[in-house]
């Protein structure tokens, strides 16, 4: 058995595959994770190399450099095949019986649907009317994709086998836990009371996974505020990794749909991949000292959280575990990687099982972080720290 790690350059956001192959019967398990941006390449990959055929796709959270490509990827692949789809949207309830809102009410939100816009592009290039549209619509349109569409909310703890038995694995939930869930929530009726001027229904309301994302993504959209801190001209050395890898992040202003992204541990016959989604660092570090019996847990890839933010990677949970191939995926302008988190890999120390300590990136435009780090200048002090930076985006291992 053959499993194979490949990212793509998807604008400032996450695109991620995992191939699964048996060399014996020869079938093959297609997982797709995300998609900022669903470029010609990785439309090329999905058409040609998948042929069509996604047997479990995963969408961590709301955020437009997430999922701004997977609803243009379903909007322009109608014949796409999927088999199994995870996406924690507010859907996990009966739609017969939901109570009605107030019509007033509905008309407003319906208003909200029909206007809809990715207000933050993940391309920094315009996005056409067809992608303006909500994936839960989309999924809903396609009576195919609705059915396989997981009616549960998945949360920490929870396991689901990748296929229908055993043999592609099983995934373990990390994140979210059941406290950002429920507080998803009421940062839902937050928006809501801000859209319509009212409290939404108690229990379950029609068209609720459609409000839900649509006011979510509203929200995720809107500008923030951030504090420009200017990137050091002092010269890299080993003393000025130290600094920044000791220290430690600040979660407080994380937003609640990062909080609540879906991060997972693909496993089988012993191997794992950690996919971080936009996870906080505490709730991934609770979560795998919960579930894994040991100080030291070895990974064959991870998928750092939330493109390398110093926020979301902490002195705990970079020491709790390690991988000889750490995947660094999207980024934004000012937002990540930053040297705190990239330290923290290149500084940590080298252990039982492994010899040296891989960044695949997929993306240097204008991270200014990142591309001072790869410059010639600094591969020595990189090779005594038995690591490096590459933009090699694949790797493959057995299982």
Request: a negative charge; glycine letters at 6%; hydrophobic letters at 35%.
């Amino acid at each position: 058995m053959k499993a194979t790690i490949r990212t793509f350059q998807s604008g400032c956001g996450d695109c991620i595959f995992l191939i699964l192959e048996d060399g014996m019967s020869g079938e093959s398990f297609h997982i797709m994770i995300d998609c900022g941006v669903f470029t010609t390449e990785i439309k090329t990959f999905v058409v040609q190399k998948l042929e069509l055929r996604l047997d479990l796709l995963i969408v961590t959270h709301y955020d437009d450099d997430h999922i701004a490509g997977i609803i243009k990827m379903l909007s322009e692949l109608e014949k796409l095949e999927i088999g199994k789809i995870l996406f924690n949207c507010f859907q996990d309830y009966e739609e017969n019986a939901t109570v009605e809102i107030p019509s007033e009410d509905k008309d407003l939100l319906d208003k909200y649907i029909t206007n809809i816009h990715l207000l933050s592009n993940p391309n920094n290039t315009k996005i056409s009317a067809p992608q303006a549209v909500l994936l839960s619509l989309l999924l809903k349109s396609n009576d195919k994709w609705f059915k396989v569409w997981n009616r549960k909310i998945l949360i920490e703890g929870d396991t689901i086998n990748v296929g229908n038995d055993i043999k592609w694995g099983q995934f373990l939930v990390l994140s979210p836990s059941s406290e950002a869930w429920d507080n998803l929530k009421d940062y839902f009726v937050r928006e809501y009371v801000k859209c319509v001027h009212s409290r939404p229904p108690q229990g379950a309301f029609e068209n609720q996974y459609a409000y839900w994302e649509m006011l979510l993504r509203i929200a995720a959209s809107k500008p923030q505020i951030k504090k420009m801190i200017p990137i050091s001209s002092s010269m890299i050395t080993k003393s000025f990794l130290q600094k920044k890898a000791d220290a430690n992040p600040n979660e407080v202003g994380i937003t609640s749909p990062n909080k609540a992204s879906l991060a997972l541990v693909w496993e089988c016959n012993g191997k794992r991949i950690l996919l971080g989604g936009d996870a906080i660092a505490s709730q991934l570090y609770e979560a795998i000292k919960k579930h894994y019996d040991g100080n030291h847990i070895l990974f064959e890839a991870i998928k750092i959280p939330h493109h390398g933010s110093k926020n979301n990677m902490s002195n705990e949970l970079s020491l709790l575990v390690d991988s000889e191939h750490y995947f660094l995926t999207g980024g934004k302008k000012d937002e990540g990687p930053n040297y705190e988190t990239l330290a923290k890999i290149i500084l940590h120390p080298i252990e039982d099982g492994i010899q040296s300590h891989t960044v695949h990136y997929n993306r240097i435009l204008n991270l200014t972080e990142l591309q001072c780090l790869i410059k010639d200048e600094y591969k020595e002090l990189l090779e005594s720290c038995k690591a490096k930076l590459t933009n090699e985006n694949e790797y493959t291992f057995e299982y």
